[in-house]
């Protein structure tokens, strides 16, 4: 079992280790870092969707930036569009699960702010029905995604393709990118880095 165990280890190193070796990939996180900087600065918010274990990674993400990262400072208006379960239990009912995130959209953003769709397939219809929506709307576009980029990847204005077909490694290199890109916006904005 200890082999298997280092094994795991070893293939998530491996993960982001081509992340750290893809200058295309760095360069993407730092553009997502500076999008949101001035999302926020223009008085704009970031809406984040996932499903599963990239719904925990949205509500995460979501808290890191409207509560507090490394220090304490002003919240940033994120939130992870799932959090209300009698509003997504009502829109699955009533019209379906791939309007969840795009009627609620429709209802609360506006031109100027960010969607961020997670997805390691890149193939979710909710989020890339959302990103029809956000497209209209004059959101701009993140998704984190895994190596093909999916679906999603054609209406990305960043796309984030953690270069990794399994479905954990992806999702432990999402909240590594997504650390990253709150430290980074919590530096420029507040003028405070740990790293």
């Known amino acids: 079992m200890k082999k298997e165990i280092k094994n795991i280890i070893a293939d998530s190193i491996l993960a982001k280790q081509r992340i750290l070796e893809s200058e ?3 360069s993407a996180i730092k553009q997502v870092a500076g ?7 223009e008085g704009g918010r970031v809406w984040i969707c996932g499903n599963g274990g990239s719904a925990a990674d949205a ?3 979501a808290a890191e930036l409207s509560g507090r990262f490394y220090f304490d400072r002003p919240p940033l208006p994120a939130e992870a569009l799932h959090v209300n379960t009698s509003y997504l239990t009502a829109v699955a009912n009533d019209y379906s699960y791939d309007e ?7 209802g609360v953003a506006k031109q100027g702010d960010v969607l961020i769709g997670i997805s390691t397939s ?3 219809g909710n989020i890339i029905r959302a990103q029809h929506v956000a497209k209209d ?3 701009s576009i993140v998704s984190l995604t895994g190596e093909t980029g999916g679906k999603m990847k054609e209406f990305s204005d960043i796309l984030l393709n953690v270069p990794s077909t399994v479905t954990p490694r992806i999702q432990e290199s999402h909240i590594l990118m997504g650390h990253i890109v709150c430290e980074l ?7 405070h880095l740990n790293s």
Not at 35 to 41: A, G, R
Not at 100 to 106: D, E, N, Q, V
Not at 185 to 190: C, M, N, Y
């Open 100 to 106: 969840i995130y795009a009627r609620y959209l429709k």
């Open 137 to 139: 709307l004059g959101l």
């Open 59 to 61: 509500q995460h993400i």
């Open 24 to 26: 295309e990939l760095v």
């Open 122 to 124: 890149g193939n979710s």
């Open 185 to 191: 916006v919590e530096a420029q904005l507040f003028g």
């Open 35 to 41: 999008l949101l900087v001035k999302t926020f600065q």
